[in-house]
């Protein structure tokens, strides 16, 4: 069993930063990747960014050059920094793993919300 344990979600301004973590435990062999998806209410859920295990990220088009993503291996955890936050970027941020074998887990979201 995996089990994904997220942070650092809140309340700011526009224009302001977070920065979330996201810790990996328990039966976990291989990693393939870890990433953070977003829900915003009465949206479909969408890829936010992700990283794979040789180093390589993907964001979606709306982030690029506000936040990225980075990996700590030792300890099994995902962070994103957000900076400029823009009130559309409010909603629920999921931590996603994806093991080699194929299994995927999800975090239980933490909520960001960007208003003044």
């Known amino acids: 069993q995996v089990q994904l344990v997220e942070s650092g979600g809140g309340l700011v301004q526009p224009g302001g930063s977070l920065r979330l973590s996201c810790a990996a435990s328990?039966?976990?062999?291989?990693?393939?990747?870890m990433g953070w998806y977003r829900q915003a209410p009465g949206k479909a859920r969408e890829l936010v960014a992700d990283i794979i295990s040789g180093g390589s990220t993907d964001y979606a088009d709306s982030v690029k050059g506000r936040f990225t993503i980075s990996r700590d291996n030792a300890k099994n955890t995902v962070y994103l920094q957000m900076n400029s936050l823009k009130p559309e970027d409010t909603a629920v941020y999921y931590c996603?793993?994806?093991?080699?074998?194929?299994?995927?887990?999800w975090g239980q979201g933490t909520q960001v919300t960007v208003s003044s």
């Open positions: 996603n793993l994806v093991l080699l074998q194929g299994y995927r887990y």
């Open positions: 328990g039966s976990i062999f291989s990693i393939y990747r």
